[in-house]
């Protein structure tokens, strides 16, 4: 089955205690990116990637790190994670070009830090 | 930068009713798609229906049309015949044809429907 898979599904966590948000794709897609929901302010990007080892800062990325080392992972670390880093993550992903355009989403994490 | 603008924080709708979202996005160019996204309770982000600005016709998807008016910069969703399972969150999304490939999101309309 073609799909977007996102780990944990939800964590809670301490300020400052280090965190990695993993991020998987069977697709074979060269896009990928991830995005926080809060609300009132809907989904913002946070960071995306091209293709592997190409990544670009998105919106929101102050407190957040990426990597693209493989075509299918695409992890989101949180080097030391704050309270205003609570919130819905979503990791998506899409072919880079031709395609309909639409972005696969990964089913969120929720993520609370206290 | 895109900007996408949803004016309906919520909408309420009775079964079996039409319910119209609206969606506003501001682009200086001429090819990129719109969506719109529908999120229930599960938090799952499902696409309800697709747009290709350089198609003049209104996309349909069974219950689910929209109102692209490309001039106008707008892109509504009606939702016909409502049902129970159609209350969610809906997101307006704007994505270009261009180099960075950005997916660019409204704020949401909870949309409740009263049985």
């Known amino acids: 089955e073609a799909q977007v898979t996102q780990n944990p599904r939800y964590l809670i966590t301490v300020t400052g205690k280090k965190l990695t948000v993993t991020c998987s794709q069977n697709m074979n897609h060269e896009y990928m990116s991830w995005y926080r929901q809060d609300p009132g302010l809907g989904l913002r990007q946070i960071y995306y990637s091209m293709n592997v080892e190409v990544t670009d800062k998105g919106d929101v990325p102050e407190g957040y790190k990426v990597s693209r080392k493989e075509k299918r992972n695409f992890p989101l670390i949180l080097e030391s994670p704050s309270p205003n880093q609570t919130s819905l993550y979503f990791c998506?992903?899409?072919?880079?070009?031709?395609?309909?355009?639409?972005?696969?989403f990964g089913e969120g994490s929720r993520l609370t830090v206290l | 930068a895109q900007t996408v603008t949803q004016s309906q924080p919520e909408m309420s709708v009775q079964e079996a009713e039409t319910v119209t979202l609206s969606c506003t996005y501001d682009t200086s160019e001429s090819d990129y798609y719109l969506f719109w996204y529908k999120q229930p309770p599960s938090r799952q982000m499902i696409l309800v229906i697709r747009?290709?600005?350089?198609?003049?016709q209104n996309a349909t998807e069974n219950r689910f049309s929209v109102n692209f008016q490309k001039a106008a910069k707008s892109f509504s969703l009606k939702i016909s015949d409502s049902q129970l399972g159609d209350a969610a969150m809906y997101f307006c999304a704007y994505r270009s044809a261009g180099s960075d490939y950005k997916l660019s999101f409204g704020a949401g309309t909870t949309v409740t429907v009263r049985a």
């Open positions: 998506a992903s899409s072919p880079w070009a031709g395609g309909t355009g639409e972005l696969f």
């Open positions: 747009q290709e600005a350089y198609k003049q």
